[in-house]
């Protein structure tokens, strides 16, 4: 039960209130431009002034979230106090009090008066005939009565539409808000369960239904209403007979409710098939080096297709079944009111015209009511109160916070006054935390230090984490067992992990500080960032992050280094601080920097290099949580502490002045180069006609198919039609002839009925062969294609295609083409049907087409420039949520929550405005087709009214409502079907995609090559693309014996560890001469080259599948050759112990630790029976029972074959021995090379630097 008392504590960071009222209306706007949603137009003329403005009726985010924050808490403290926990949804009933829901609530009463006062005018229409006596003024106040409540409903529909927008977007901000203040005020110990993603979707995708349900959770209290005052209506008017077609609209409504159920039921089972595919999708695309260097690519495209024929029955049979259901949906009032009539003639009532078309427009008005709206208003509250939940649960996190570290740890944090220097004091403190499994904890920990003092932390590795913690808990990131923390002075921290996000470089170093030039520029030299700065097309106002330039790591540290260094804060703690910068340039900010720069401040580095510890005159030696040593380094030395784990700089002392600028700018140059992108597809590719052309062609048959379409599509409309003139003309009939005209009527509307499942079934067919093909064809070409391909892209971006995107056309497109198609053809049949009782009511018709087609193209434009606003607001706002919990420790540290928090609703507010821009451009489309629609109603029904007889009125007044209210979502509908196609644009251009050479040169080598393994690698240029930049080697000659062992070693860069990749030609810019027996690689198939060669990665290549197919993709051998290569790599007995054996389905890596992975792999390879075999890494960070088995293989299995070792310092002495010749390599060139023993014994010799200590 909760029991805590619960207090934020928000007066810690102070929150300047914005200026204006709380609306902060953009400007006074006239009745008549709010009416009409005039005001629009001039908004989206420019893109960035559009959004920079709050929209009427919108509130700021800072009124949001602190009204809803204060209900909040007040309804925490009632809750408390009843000893009952608080609950997110009650909080949000009540918010907002009055502006919002008490608007709602009376639009919603409009709109259920106007619907009310329909069947009534239409009843006093002909009660007030003036052929039955009545004065002519009363008929023609009838009318326009009717026509006048018509038009109300759409109208009021539309502004309720604009008011729930309103209302959602105020409490999805203010949720929003409580979610990111949580954020940054939540520990890190206590976020360790919630990733930035999680979180992201959390407030983007989840909050999405929080405007559904504010739209259609008022249906839910309305609906009844209108129901019973309807069924009243039609008693007193009609009589008992015409409740059976209500009552068979209710049993509708709640088999729709039920519907909803089954159908997440079976969305279930896709998920699961949808999940397995986009799970081996990633292993594909992550080990496609793999794939391309064993020639797999048919494989797994096989594979890749089982998983998708495993997946699409479910698709099928959950497609079909909603499309058929929602088929025989739009079928419901014509079978209701045909229930009702027959009701009427069997108890011998006779049939009027008045009672006949009375019944179907109130069974018209029911179903959009009761049938639709209810429905799925109880589908969307279950939703949105399942969101509240884990929204709640996030905001319970640690609740209260200000009792967070109360009990048994006290921290006190003053600025100190200017005569008193700043100070940290760490007094027995006692701390733990779970890291990978493993507690870490720091033991009575007492340390001290103040004044402008640099101390160094240092341990040994397997000591990082305990480190990190010691930082954490001065931070006050972690909670404290035993001891005390007394902080002096503000604090500025530098994390292991660089941390930036989405600004320009002078924002991620200023970080809200007062810009000062002088400052700035010596913190500039200071870092080491002037040169970086002037290879950025605009400097420092060059943004960076999501979006923006790319950095490397290095220029990251040096950011963050700069950051702390502009600061005012007095201390200043830095974690391992530029780990990932070159030594040369990590020296010289050492020096000039904390050693200078900050002079004046306390500093506190945790380090593990040697050439940082020397400088410091105080060094702090920790092991197993305790600091045991205290003193400079060469003081430590001296008490005979082995110290051989601190970092050296031997082998980065060779670096020249050259290679230490290409590190500080390479990157940010390399950063612009950037190739065409499958995810930078946007609506304006699917705009045109040909990609609607082609995705129809996918379909394949197109000129059969589009004749059958064509004829499925309009014939439930010509016989929609033909209902509504058919029961004009029994309302004319006598009642004798009425029990035949209805036996086929009956059989009419059956008939009706299975022409819509038809329809419905050929659409969604056709759109599932048309996603089936796509896929197919996308996925073989992807496999097709280069891997410089994956490389350029981000491989996010492709698992993204290959979920969303498929299920787009899976399940999506197709729908909302089948729901255009209904739209369409239905309000045309009743167009028609008009048309054809009164003829001259096509003068009218023909120009409101016209016009609504012209207003439907401009509405086009409109959208597309609010969708784009959206989108380009919506992802700042999610890359600066994401980046603030990603840098959520640096910002607490920095006291800087209030300047992220002021951003975070400058980028709030502009979202929210966009998404009420599209809204209010979707109702100025709805008021004025409209607007068009009731003129032509009026036009029509005058029309009717002088050239037929009153059943054509009523036939007229009952269905011409369709068209005024219902047309309006047409432009919906084709805007929705504009936005699927972008999907389909983007699936289609992997189609594109141009294969590798592999796929097109057919010539093949003897199939006895190779018999001997030699290679040969003369004057060759070997180039390729790393992290979109150029990388070559220069130019490299080298030659390989047959069975000769070669090992060629060197630093972990691009260069050394792509040399295997480059030797298998996985480049197409390389311009090399690579022989393997005597025969050119360039001269023959591609893939027959890659054949000749079995290649092992440092990180092995394991797909979700059986260990036999992991063993042989290819089925190629039988189970004993399968068990005996286990049994060589020790693996036979832990292989049989598994569930199932060799069946084991290895779902996920974890089952396996990464040495069991890496010996499966070394299976596979002695099953191939290769000549040459590259161990490409593989022999670096292995543990030392893994290396035996590896040698043993490579002297037993592979004696026969030529072994290429590539590998990176350091290494270890008895893997060097294994070889007949060592190759040592740096910066893309051979600078040692000759036996192991002769360069082992080479005074000064480059191999000995690589040599890991024994």
Known sequence: MFNATPQYSYNKVPMEVPQGNKKDAPEELSFWSRVTFSWVLGRLNSAQESVDRLVPGQRSTFWNWRDLRDIWMKHARSAQARDKAPRLWKVVLSFPKIEGYTQLFLLQISILCARILQPTMFSFVFTSDPLFGSPVPWYWAALTGYWLSVSVEGLVRSHYSYSAEMTSGSVKSGLDGLVFDKVMRLKKTSLVDYTSSHVVNLISKDL?????????????????????????????????????????????????????????????????????????????????????????????????GNSRRKELPFIRNKTLALGAFVSVQQAVPIIASLVSIVALMMSGKELTHENVFLIILVMYILESSCGESFARGTDVLVRTLGLLCKIESFLLIDFPLSSFYENVASRTSEVPPSDKPPSLSLIGVCCERECELVDIDLNFVTFNCEGAQLV????????????????????????????????????????????????????????????????????????????????????????????????????????????????????????????????????????????????????????????????????????????????????????????????????????????????????????????????????????????????????????????????????????????????????????????????????????????????????????LRSSMRIHDRAISTLLKTSVQHFENEEKDAFLRVFSKDVECLDEKLPSDILQLAQSVVEHAAVAVMIMLVAPWTVLAFIPASLISFVVGKKYLWLERQARDNENNTLTPLMMYFSDTMMGAVTIRASQKESYLMKEFFRLQNQHMTAVCMRSAAEQWLAVRHLAVMSLTMCVATVVVIFTSNNTFVALSLAFVRQLVVGIAIIPFLVKNIEQDMTSAARLMSFHDMRSESSHQNDTKPPEDWPKEGAVCISDSLLAHTYGRRRVSFETLSLSIEPREKVCIIGQKNAKTISFASKLMLLSKESQQEVWVDDISLATISLREARKAFCTLQQTPFIFTASIRKNLDPEEKHEDEELWNVLDTVTMKEYVKGLPGGLDYMMTQSVNFSNSRLLLLSLARAILQKKKIVIFDGVVSGVDFTTLRIIHSVVKNQFANSSVITVAYGPIGLETILHHDRVVVMEQGRIVEMDSPNVLLARKGSLLSEFLAPT
């Open 208 to 304: 999405d239904s929080i405007g559904s349900c504010v739209y259609s959770v008022p249906f839910l209290f309305t609906a009844p209403v209108e129901l019973l005052i309807m069924s009243l209506l039609l008693l007193v008017m009609v009589g008992w007979e015409a409740l059976l077609g209500v009552s068979y609209i209710m049993f509708c409504t709640f088999l729709r409710c039920g519907v909803g159920k089954v159908y997440k039921k079976m969305h279930l089972g896709t998920t699961f098939f949808s999940d397995q595919r986009i799970a081996l999708l990633s292993e594909v695309i992550y080990g496609i080096r793999v794939i391309k260097m064993n020639v797999w690519e048919e494989v797994f495209e096989k594979l890749l």
């Open 456 to 767: 160094a932390l240092t341990g040994p590795p397997k000591e990082g984490a305990v480190t990190s913690l010691f930082c954490e808990a001065i931070l006050k990131e972690v909670p404290l067992s035993r001891g005390r923390i007394v902080q002096h002075g503000d604090l500025a921290y530098v994390g292991q992990k660089p941390w930036i996000f989405s600004g320009t470089v002078r924002e991620n170093i200023v970080f809200g500080e007062p810009y000062i030039k002088e400052s700035y520029s010596a913190v500039l030299r200071a870092c080491k960032l002037n040169e970086a700065m002037q290879c950025l097309p605009d400097g420092d106002m060059t943004k960076i992050g999501h979006g923006g330039y790319k950095l490397a790591l290095s220029q990251q540290e040096l950011i963050n280094v700069a950051r702390a260094s502009y600061s005012s804060a007095s201390i200043v703690l830095m974690d391992n601080p530029l780990s990932h910068v070159s030594i040369s340039v990590a020296n010289q900010v050492f020096d000039d920097c904390i050693l200078s720069f900050l002079s004046s401040r306390l500093r506190v580095v945790v380090t593990g290099r040697a050439s940082f510890l020397e400088r410091c005159p105080r060094v702090l030696q920790m092991v197993d949580g305790l600091i045991i040593r205290e003193g400079s380094l060469d003081n430590i030395r001296e008490s005979g502490e082995n110290l051989t784990w601190l970092r050296t700089d031997t082998i980065h002392e060779r670096e020249k002045s050259g290679v230490v600028q290409q590190s500080l700018s390479g990157g940010i140059r390399s950063a612009s180069l950037r190739e065409p992108s499958v995810k930078n597809i946007t609506d304006r590719d699917a705009e045109g006609f040909s990609i609607y052309l082609r995705y129809a062609r996918q379909t394949g048959w197109l000129p059969l198919l589009s004749v059958v379409g064509f004829l499925l599509t309009l014939t439930p409309g010509v016989v929609l039609a033909g209902l509504g003139i058919w029961f004009a003309r029994i309302a004319d009939l006598s009642r004798d002839y009425h029990y035949h005209h209805f036996s086929l009527s009956a059989i009419v509307v059956g008939a009706y009925v299975i022409l819509l499942l038809l329809r419905a079934l050929f659409l969604l067919l056709c759109g």
